[in-house]
């Protein structure tokens, strides 16, 4: 049942119906604010514009597009360059009245019509630190497993914020790893018990994207915001600890596509003692269907070559369709390489639950 309700959802052809979803779902998120926005894009539909028309006509589904969240990035966009202003009592929470919302929403669509539309080209880039609580909670399991030090390769991985983890401070339960002057805290509500206090040293750390953002050009760390939900400030302070971090070292990010990065990195040599291990978050489904199942069968046939010496494993944080929940799953090998399930995680990182026993996939 859950999975047909969850085809149901990410087929929804109807635009209008998509949207409503995406509101509803940001409400359940803890982000009212952002909902009221994204439900006035409803009114847009209604306008006599390019925008309209696009949004209207959406050749593909709209939720797994991510198309409503692409609107709302654009017209949070105009607010945090300050060219208007005006929804800005809205995102504070100020002003609740969906039907004023919705008028305002419109206009801007009138205003700025060829603006927005041109955040239709791409999907939201929605790289927060938050989520590394979970994939630091991964490692930790794996090094009481597989010893303490890891290589590890994001894919995916947008402006890099991830793949400066090794950086962050973490406070997981009352487990604290990395540096604890570090101005990127991490702490997460935690619920169940804590994860193994295990220790994690980073021997490498690289990531690669199609499009990657760089935190160094303010107009690109400014684009990087815009997807941020305004309801979640804690999340906007962890952009800019991420920009101020990149400023003193930038992450080792390459323009890369997903498949040609990991073939690469399975290619090189591998030190004895370290894990070798590929990681990501929030973004699995945005890959094409052929380029997931190249990775798949690169990690499998790589696996065949893992040894106690050499491991290899696979850490992902990603959304599970037919129930909607972020799970943080892992397979690693030698040991089985089957997928088990560790924990489940708030989108944003607000909150991890830790299962405290694995469980199958």
Known sequence: MAEQESRAVMEIADVAEAIRWQADHAEKADAPNTARVVRGELAILRTHTGLAARMNGWAGLSLEDAMPLRVAGGLHHLFLTREDRRLGPVYAGLTTDQAAVDALVADLAEKYDARLMAWLDGPPQTNEAGRSASIMAGLLWLSDKLGPRFELNEIGASAGVNTMM?????????????????????????????????????????GCDVAPVDLSDPEQALRLKAYVWPDAQVRMARIDAAIALAGEQAPDLRKQDAAEFVRERLACPQQDGVTRVLYHSVMWQYLPKPTRQAITEMM????????????????????????????????YWPGGGEWVRLGEAHPHGAWVEWYGEPRPV
Do not use: C
């Not at 604890?180 to 994860?195: H, K, L």
């Not at 850490?315 to 599970?320: A, K």
């Open 166 to 206: 090794e950086r962050y401070f973490y406070d997981l339960g009352g487990v604290k790893v990395g540096p604890a002057v570090s101005m990127m805290r991490i702490v997460p509500e935690w619920r169940g018990p804590p994860p193994p206090d295990a220790g994690v040293e980073v021997a490498a750390i690289r």
């Open 300 to 331: 499998e046939q790589a696996a065949e070559d893992a040894s106690a010496d050499r491991p290899l494993a696979w850490i992902r944080l990603e959304t599970n369709r037919q129930t909607f929940r972020h799970e943080l799953s892992i397979r």
